[in-house]
């Protein structure tokens, strides 16, 4: 069975940094997306970057020159690197994988991934 789990969400200072990382288990789709989103109360789920087996990566206008995505093949792990964060960053962040490879910009919509995880909350405080 697939599996995503995230760690590394805490409480930071508006301009802090945090790294957020998603182990991913027995997933064998040897092309794939891997994805970070995040949701706030009382919003939709939002997008936040993504990055295919093809090296391609998307990420939401909000957050350009401020977050990096990563992954570490070795270890099976994806990373969200966050810096010059903002109160308007709060929100819970879900890792997401599935078998397919972005096409043109953006990060794909949900929908388009099978899997998640559990989720991990991030909170900036002004």
């Known amino acids: 069975a697939v599996q995503l789990v995230e760690s590394g969400g805490g409480s930071v200072q508006a301009g802090g940094s945090l790294r957020l990382s998603c182990a991913v288990f027995?997933?064998?789709?040897?092309?794939?997306?891997l994805g970070w989103f995040r949701q706030a109360p009382g919003t939709e789920r939002e997008g936040v970057a993504a990055?295919?087996?093809?090296?391609?990566?998307n990420y939401a206008e909000s957050v350009m020159g401020r977050f990096t995505i990563s992954q570490d093949n070795a270890k099976n792990t994806l990373y969200l690197e966050m810096n010059s964060l903002k109160p308007e960053d709060t929100a819970i962040y879900y890792c997401?994988?599935?078998?397919?490879?972005?096409?043109?910009?953006?990060?794909?919509?949900?929908?388009?991934?099978?899997?998640w995880g559990q989720g991990t909350q991030v909170t900036v405080s002004s």
């Open positions: 997401a994988a599935g078998p397919f490879l972005m096409i043109g910009v953006g990060v794909p919509e949900s929908t388009a991934f099978g899997y």
């Open positions: 027995g997933y064998t789709y040897s092309s794939y997306c």
């Open positions: 990055i295919d087996s093809a090296g391609t990566i």
